[in-house]
């Protein structure tokens, strides 16, 4: 009997598009809706390419492709706000996915101190004043300072994105301890 192959996908330079999301596909993240703009010209979109970046100072970024309706209104106010949604959320990540759907009027929300559209049942927020944004091929690179950050309610479990699909985690990671350093 031969051991199953552990190398079922290889592909040296050049890399192709597809499959680099394939297999960005899998490492497991959670799920935000970035939203931005006053009210009146607000906007929000799905987004996976979140990272915390520094606590001293409070910074994050996220990625944004450069045809994002997003991208004018981030650059017109200067602020946005990331949204991690819960596992009950998946519709609304669905929503903001997509070209011209749901727009911010139609989902709970309220405003952050600077403005910006928060939306209320989400997991946690993190509102952000735009610090540098840097070019990232077909994206652009936002970072942000955390001005004011809010978890409405204790113990939502996230909504995760995994190999391509969106699904609530059911079960938290155990057997470790947590690791709140580093
Ligand atoms: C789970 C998930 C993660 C996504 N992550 C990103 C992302 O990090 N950056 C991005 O530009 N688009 C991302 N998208 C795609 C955008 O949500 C989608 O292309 C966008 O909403 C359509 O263009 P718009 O920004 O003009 O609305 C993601 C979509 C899904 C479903």
Redesign the pocket.
Known sequence: MTAPSTEALHQPEPVEGRLLRNVCGLFV?G?TVITSGAEGSS?G??????TSVSLDPPLVL????K?????AVVDESGSFVVNFLSGPQEPL??A??????AAITDVKHHRSADGMPVLSDALAFLACRLVSEFDGGD?TIFLGQVVELGVPREHQEPLI?FRGS?GALEEEPRGVHPIFDG
Not at 96 to 101: E, H, K, L, V
């Open positions: 993240t799920v906007e979109t799905t987004v996976n390419s979140f996220f990625c944004l492709h045809e994002s309706r997003l991208r990540a669905r903001f996915a997509g070209r011209g759907t994206h994105f969106l």
